[in-house]
């Protein structure tokens, strides 16, 4: 089953259930500055308030054009009244539309089966580098400076969310989190495996050893 991805910056974001149409799963999560704490695996829509706590939403809409994960996402800007100005700087940011607030669950799934009918769809980012490292996500592969990296489906998984993520302290908690496995729930040590076995096959490839443990924190992906 098919996944679409809708990240929403109110209190939705973090209490509507999925919603299965037409052999697909729309699911729902919160999308905060920094952008999603998850992989975004399939299509990503972002709706996007006019103000928000920490920063205005003309910011992040900035931000989330400029972030290799949600470069091609098709944003929306949820404006507080039908003003034309408001409507001109939102397109400028980088909105693809807008719509009046406040939101609701039926109001957002309207608006996103609607657009997808008309095939308004973007394309997920196909290709991701990093560095030595590139991540081709059509092919479902990843290589260090060329050498192709044999990893299973969950360790390919993990390098992406690593490279999402470069030079910052991951938790295990985070790793669980950021994988979309909560549930059922994972024994926080089961992580140890994933790594070993991401770190042996980047090893096997050329790439040494950029996974760096902190020891009682977690791990982080050294990328210069």
């Given amino acids: 089953m098919d996944v679409v991805n809708i990240f929403l910056t109110s209190d939705l974001g973090e209490s509507l259930e999925d919603f299965v149409h037409d052999h697909r799963c729309f699911t729902f999560d919160r999308l905060g500055p920094d952008g999603p704490k998850r992989l975004v695996e399939g299509p990503m829509w972002a709706f996007v308030d006019w103000v928000l706590p920490d920063l205005a939403g003309l910011e992040l809409c900035r931000r989330l054009r400029a972030d290799p994960r949600t470069a091609d996402a098709h944003v929306t800007m949820v404006l ?11 397109l400028r940011a980088g909105a693809d539309d807008y719509v009046i607030g406040p939101l609701t669950r039926t109001a957002v799934l309207d608006r996103v089966l609607a657009l997808q009918s008309r095939g308004t ?9 990093r560095g030595a490292l590139v991540i081709d996500m059509a092919a479902l592969q990843a290589r260090w400076n060329g050498v192709p990296i044999v990893l299973r489906p969950n360790e390919f998984r993990l390098l992406r969310y690593f490279a999402e993520n470069p030079n910052r302290v991951l938790t295990r908690e985070d790793l669980i989190g950021g994988l979309g496995k909560r549930e059922p729930p994972i024994d926080e ?5 994933w790594i070993g076995r991401l770190r042996r096959a980047i090893k096997a490839s050329g790439g040494g050893n950029p996974l760096r443990t902190v020891r009682s924190l977690g791990y982080v992906f050294d990328l210069g």
Avoid: G, P, S
Avoid at 121 to 128: K, M, V
Avoid at 189 to 193: F, W
């Fill in 121 to 129: 769809e973007r394309n997920a980012t196909r290709l991701f580098e």
């Fill in 189 to 193: 040590r089961t992580v140890d495996v």
């Fill in 80 to 90: 507080e009244a039908d003003d034309a100005e408001d409507r001109r700087r939102a």
